[in-house]
């Protein structure tokens, strides 16, 4: 995570200047997680539980056909059917740990991430979600949200009409790219043609949702390739797009050959270009990396998330969002297997894979609400919840954002302007705790 050094008036500057920062999607972000004490952490989880409120379920499934070379997230590079039940197998014994204190507590959504969680038949995960259900003590008809993570090389007609067969009401489709050389530069087996026909598919297989996905500031993209992307992706006509910003991290495919970051300005145009198109094509802007016209909003789970909602995660690399805590079951992109191996080794000693992650307080949650919501932050449900106005609590940080252009804040609520959506991942970190920011100056990349 690029920070600034915290202050309004660095991040105004910073606005002006055209300067990027990667993707917030969580806060704290990962590089703030160190190794907790095992009874503060499962302390930290059980009154979290102890709150009521509903689940929402992540399952991590980190196995891949590849490891694209700009991914930095949990995968392992696997198609060992045997592997793959094993882990289904451990992954319903690890939410038998969570069992006894999330008794009674409904499940709002369900989501398979990965990874490449469509390298799983649809046996394998209607097996999966089936002891889930059983575990945990819910029907995934009356999920709101039951959603797979694919690779377009992995999905056929048959397959996603299995898919589903077995509950599946929501797909989430990696194109990343329409151009063959970006996919080839990635790693991608499929051409261009393929994986746009796979979309397809599944855009007529019957889903409530299909979420096609597209990055900017791959290797090798030009401005023009990058229209071209936009444009058939908005062809395909999913219901919700995301444009996502490329992150570069050490330890990828991208780092070992030395690939360098895409100028800011020229990011912030590709930008432009997708939010104007997208918008002119019927999507409503939802957040800075994901446009709609689906009736019950992009990304369900996600949107509980940044409403402080309770997300469960469970599997290898998984990460769960909780009231007292975040945690995370592992996680390497240097040493993949080894996290596996000792994923399956502490479900079965101790119950579940909780290694590291961040114990959260009164601060850091008001933090947290305020940052992830800032897109449209409501004022009295922040009181209501959380028992203080952001607004009042960061007065001179809003003043600052709102004379820059960036924010509106009124009685109701607190709004990022178009600049501010243009600029979001700067203008959050005029909100980051110096603990946070501490942290994520200390990360060691070698080391997770």
Known sequence: MRTLDGSALEVAAALRDDVAADYVYMYPPRQAYRPVAAEQLDAAVVQSLARGDALNLYVHVPFCRQICAFCNLYAVASRDEALFDRYVDAVIAEARWYAPHAAGLPVDTLYLGGGTPSQLSA???????????????????????????????????????????????RVNLGL????????????????????????????????DNVCVDLIYGLEGQTFESWRMSVEAAITLGPPTICAYALTLRPRTGYAARGYAAVPATEQYA????????????????????????????????????????????????????????DYRCGYSARARMPVLRDWFDRVDRVGHGRLDGYLMDHDERLRKATILGLGHLDRGWARAVLGEDPAERFAAELAALEHAGAMTVDERSVRLTALGHRHRDVVVQAFCSEAVREAVRGHDYNHG
């Not at 063959?180 to 393929?194: H, K, M, N, T, V």
């Not at 599997?315 to 969002?321: E, I, L, N």
């Open 123 to 169: 046996a394998q995960l209607d097996r999966l979600m089936s002891g889930l259900e059983r575990v945990l003590d819910f029907d995934r008809g009356v999920v709101t949200e039951v959603a797979l993570e694919a690779a377009p090389d992995t999905v056929t007609a048959r397959t996603l009409a299995d898919y589903r067969a077995v509950g599946i009401n």
């Open 176 to 207: 990343q790219s329409a151009a063959d050389a970006e996919l080839r530069s990635i790693g991608r087996r499929q051409d261009a043609e393929a994986a746009t026909a796979a979309v397809a598919t599944a855009v007529a297989s019957g889903f």
């Open 270 to 325: 590709k930008y432009d270009y997708a939010h104007a198109a997208l918008t002119a094509a019927g999507y409503a802007q939802e957040t800075h990396v994901r446009w709609s016209r689906a009736a019950m909003g992009g990304y369900v789970q996600k949107a509980k998330h940044w409403a402080l909602g309770t997300v469960l995660g469970l599997g290898a690399g998984a990460r769960g969002y909780l009231w007292e805590c």
